[in-house]
Every structure is written in structure tokens, then in C-alpha cells.
T-cell receptor, first 116, second 110 residues
Framework: EPEVTQTPSHQVTQMGQEVILRCVPI?????FYWYRQILGQKVEFLVS????????KSEIFDDQFSVERPDGSNFTLKIRSTKLEDSAMYFC??????????????FGAGSRLTVL | SQQGEEDPQALSIQEGENATMNCSYK?????LQWYRQNSGRGLVHLIL?????REKHSGRLRVTLDTSKKSSSLLITASRAADTASYFC??????????FGAGTTVTVRA
């Protein structure tokens, strides 16, 4: 069964460093997402991406965050200067299309980011 | 915000018992979905119920939706140890984004 792949599974970084989290969505999917989950808390929407541009972003997704789909397969989330509060599990998700209005997301296993 | 809010926050039951959790949301939706998350893993889609449906079944799962009360429930019948996980409802207003609640953590004791 097709799956969303995320790397790295765990990254430890120093505060102020740049981090890039990578995702390979399912190949025929058109919408891509990043969500964040601080330990034990709710799953928070960060950003959605369609047709090579951001379609929606949350208040969390400030100027420190950016997304890119550089080569048609990878979908990356970059945090330019990490803060302690960026420590969380970051989930990539994708969905084929919203043709029926039913957006069933397929999630990756997540990348755990620890900022020291 | 239209995100779902689940209750209870945590639920502990004996194997074989039923587990019921609820979700409330604030705005009109196109559909409501339930996802499961095993500890430290990604979310896995369980079941989707559209706004014009009232009840849906999938195996041991039963979902209800009451759009007048803006609420949904997920029932897991004859629970097993493998059902131990967190369960999240997610609302879809057809804006190509799902909004999740904080989840209900279910522990099934053997």
C-alpha cells in the first residue's frame, strides 16, 4: 500500500539552527500538508500546498517556516531559526484530490524535532 | 475555529468492553473523520461520515453524526488490547484542510 515517507525520524538541533524536514508524499496525490503535534497535545495544522504554492497557512506558520516541492517528489518543511517551542512531532500528509469533497489524509510516521 | 474537541480526554476499559468517545465542533462541515494514532506514530484514517449521514459502521466501529448539535460519537465495540491508542476527530469544511481536536486516549486493559 502506498505510504507517505518522512525523514529524519528524529532530529536534535541547537536553538537558532536551521532544520529541514523531508517528506515524500504518495505519487498521485495533489495536496500536501504539514501538521505539528507538541507532545501530548492536539494535532495542529501548519500549511497546505497545492499546485506548487501555499493554499493555506495557520498562525503558527510564520516567517520562520517555509515549504518547498523542489523536484516534484519531495515536499520539505524548513524552519530557519529554531526555537525551543518548535520541539514537536511534525507530520506530513497528502491527499489525492478533493473531487468528492472528501479529503482523507494519508499521514507519514512523523519527524520528531528536539530543539535544545 | 471549527476544530473538533473530543471527550473524554482519557478512557480506560477492560478488554471486551465498548469504548465511546465524543466530538463537538463549531461550524458547518462537509464531513467528519476519525483517525487513530498509536503512540509515537502517524495518524491513520478510520472512518468518514458525510454531513448528510447520521450513522456509519465499519467493522467494530460505529460513528454517529448529529449536525444539529454539531457533535459526533465513535463507538468501538468488543475492544481489544490492540485498540489502545489516541483517537482524533477531524472536521472538513471542504477547504482542503482538516482540523483536529486534542484526542481521546483509550487504554484497553487485558
Amino acid at each position: 500500500e502506498p505510504e507517505v515517507t518522512q525523514t529524519p525520524s528524529h532530529q536534535v538541533t541547537q536553538m537558532g539552527q536551521e532544520v529541514i524536514l523531508r517528506c515524500v508524499p504518495i505519487s498521485n496525490h495533489l495536496y500536501f500538508y504539514w501538521y505539528r503535534q507538541i507532545l501530548g497535545q492536539k494535532v495542529e495544522f501548519l500549511v497546505s500546498f497545492y499546485n506548487n504554492e501555499i493554499s493555506e497557512k495557520s498562525e503558527i506558520f510564520d516567517d520562520q517556516f517555509s515549504v518547498e516541492r523542489p523536484d516534484g517528489s519531495n515536499f520539505t518543511l524548513k524552519i530557519r531559526s529554531t526555537k525551543l517551542e518548535d520541539s514537536a512531532m511534525y507530520f506530513c500528509a497528502s491527499v489525492r484530490a478533493g473531487g468528492t469533497g472528501a479529503n482523507v489524509l494519508t499521514f507519514g510516521a512523523g519527524s520528531r524535532l528536539t530543539v535544545l | 475555529s471549527q476544530q473538533g474537541e473530543e471527550d473524554p480526554q482519557a478512557l480506560s476499559i477492560q478488554e471486551g468492553e465498548n469504548a465511546t468517545m465524543n466530538c463537538s465542533y463549531k461550524t458547518s462541515i462537509n464531513n467528519l473523520q476519525w483517525y487513530r494514532q498509536n503512540s509515537g506514530r502517524g495518524l491513520v484514517h478510520l472512518i468518514l461520515i458525510r454531513s448528510n449521514e447520521r450513522e456509519k459502521h465499519s467493522g467494530r466501529l460505529r460513528v454517529t453524526l448529529d449536525t444539529s448539535k454539531k457533535s459526533s460519537s465513535l463507538l468501538i465495540t468488543a475492544s481489544r488490547a490492540a485498540d489502545t491508542a489516541s483517537y482524533f476527530c477531524a472536521t472538513d469544511a471542504n477547504d482542503y484542510k482538516l482540523s483536529f481536536g486534542a484526542g481521546t486516549t483509550v487504554t484497553v486493559r487485558a
